[in-house]
């Protein structure tokens, strides 16, 4: 089945460079809801993955040509969204920082931790009684993680990107992105302590 | 009993450590390192609760209805544009055009009149005569654009897209010019054309963005080879077979020679 989708982007992507500018609709449908799934995680909501999802698609087409020598359409394209998914949270956290401190432009949150900058917004344990809550807690410790934590994060655990795929579109070496999964995993644990800690969590993977 | 780290348990986790026996016999005997590997857990159940709305089930055409309108904005190569199948009917119908005067010179010799036979050739040759002409114009247009490019200070990177799409459209023009000027056996031509085939192929194959040396040597070639010069002399040699079809590619041998030396 994989083999005969790959055959079939191939194929789509040779009409258009062919000039079959319509073959494009073929791999646009197919990858959309693949690219939205992974934007809308590392963008926090529709409407930004939205915006990743369509500005992935023309970039992709436009560097086409780079594409010919790959074998899947949907990981090329998926890497592209990845790739503009961080420079738009890059983005986005520099115009924030402009609004909050007008005296500290442009400073980018890659190095930064983000948890040693903001202040505690924590709720007590008692607060955070129901998932609705957990869930607004997990989406801010997310948008506290820098944007290369929030790839990894998001490749590696929703996506099951191996190591070197991340490291592939963070531009970086494999120890290094080892090290950025593990930061991310540590501050989203630490961010969610108060609502987690004391809870009964499901424990997997020990081999017990 | 020495504890294991956070990392090396979140490691572990993702299957990214090498002593994965050795921790999972750990974590069997310490319960400090169980309820930490705990805690690491729950923010996985947690990430996994995290819910994410559907975009439906027509999304894919949602969003190839938005893009397709801006597709269009796509930078397209000389070889891509040489494959467009408007291209390639329009290619084919000049070569259909060209091999039906060939046939028709040929294969019915015998029913045409001489005079009328001298004069489709003279026809043929004459609009052979004029779109080499043109194609001579626009690459010299190219040729002195580059030229006359101002000199670039320190190493600001020389954008040359636009002529560089114009170059990629002309080598395929060029090297069907070429090969009519080789069967019509005027070799001074297809020299000529020969030369600018190969700096026409540089300049549409270099990177977009240009350092001011690789621009510069690009320009010195030019300059060094004589092309501009080479490009008007032969435009002058169509343009008086254009006012005086009678003469024979047999005439440009010896014009060429006369090039070469010049």
């Known amino acids: 089945m994989a083999e005969e989708v790959a055959v079939s982007d191939a194929i789509a992507v040779e009409r258009m460079l062919a000039g079959d500018r319509d073959a494009y609709r073929v791999l646009v449908e197919r990858h959309s809801r ?20 369509q500005e992935s698609f023309l970039r992709a087409y436009q560097k086409l040509k780079q594409f010919a020598g790959n074998a899947n359409f949907g990981t090329w394209v ?131 | 009993m020495k504890h294991r780290t956070e990392e090396e348990l979140i490691g572990y986790r993702f299957g990214e450590v090498k002593e994965r026996m050795e921790i999972a016999a750990h974590l069997k005997e310490c319960a400090e390192c169980r309820d930490a590997m705990t805690r690491i857990e729950a923010v996985f159940v947690a990430l996994d609760a995290m819910p994410i709305p559907d975009p439906g089930e027509d999304y894919g055409e949602r969003v190839w209805q938005r893009i397709a309108p801006r597709l269009a904005e796509r930078k397209t190569r000389w070889w891509e544009t040489v494959f467009v199948p408007q291209r390639l009917v329009a290619l084919g119908g000049v070569l259909a055009l060209v091999i039906l005067a060939f046939v028709a010179g040929r294969w019915t010799k015998p029913r045409i009149p001489v005079a009328d036979q001298v004069d489709a050739a003279k026809v043929s040759e004459r609009v052979l005569v004029v779109a080499v002409g043109e194609h001579l114009g626009r690459t010299e247009m190219v040729l002195m654009e580059l030229e006359n490019a101002p000199a670039q200070k320190g190493q600001k990177p020389i954008n040359i897209s636009e002529t560089q799409r114009r170059a990629g459209e002309l080598v395929e023009e060029n090297r069907l010019y ?28 270099s990177p977009e963005e240009l350092t001011p040396a690789a621009f510069e040597t690009i320009r010195k070639r030019i300059e060094a080879q004589g092309l501009l010069f080479k490009v ?19 005439e440009n041998k010896a014009r060429g020679t006369e090039r070469k030396k010049a």
């Open chain 1, 34 to 53: 693949t690219v939205y799934r992974m934007a809308y995680r590392m963008m926090g909501n529709a409407h930004d993955a939205e915006e990743v999802v």
């Open chain 1, 78 to 208: 998926y890497r592209i969204a990845a790739n503009y998914a961080i420079d738009r949270i890059r983005q986005r956290n520099a115009d924030e920082a402009r609004r909050e401190n007008p005296s500290r432009p442009g400073e980018d949150s890659l190095e930064v931790d983000p948890l040693s900058q903001v202040p505690d917004m924590s709720p007590s344990p008692e607060r955070l009684a129901g998932s609705a809550q957990m869930e607004d807690r997990m989406r801010a410790a997310l948008a506290e993680l820098s944007p290369a934590e929030r790839t990894a994060i998001v490749m590696r655990h929703w996506d099951g990107c191996g190591i070197e795929e991340i490291a592939a579109v963070l531009k970086s070496n494999s120890n290094a992105t080892k090290n950025t999964v593990f930061r991310a995993v540590q501050k989203l644990r630490r961010a969610m302590a108060p609502f987690l800690e004391g809870k009964e969590a499901r424990a997997m993977g020990t081999e017990v």
């Open chain 2, 178 to 205: 070429r090969q009519t000027a080789l069967k019509d056996g005027d070799q001074a031509m297809a020299s000529t054309l020969d030369e600018l085939e190969r700096v026409l192929l540089d300049i549409a194959n």
């Open chain 2, 232 to 250: 008007r002399v032969v435009k002058q040699g169509l343009d008086e077979r254009k006012a005086n079809p009678d003469a024979r590619p047999a």
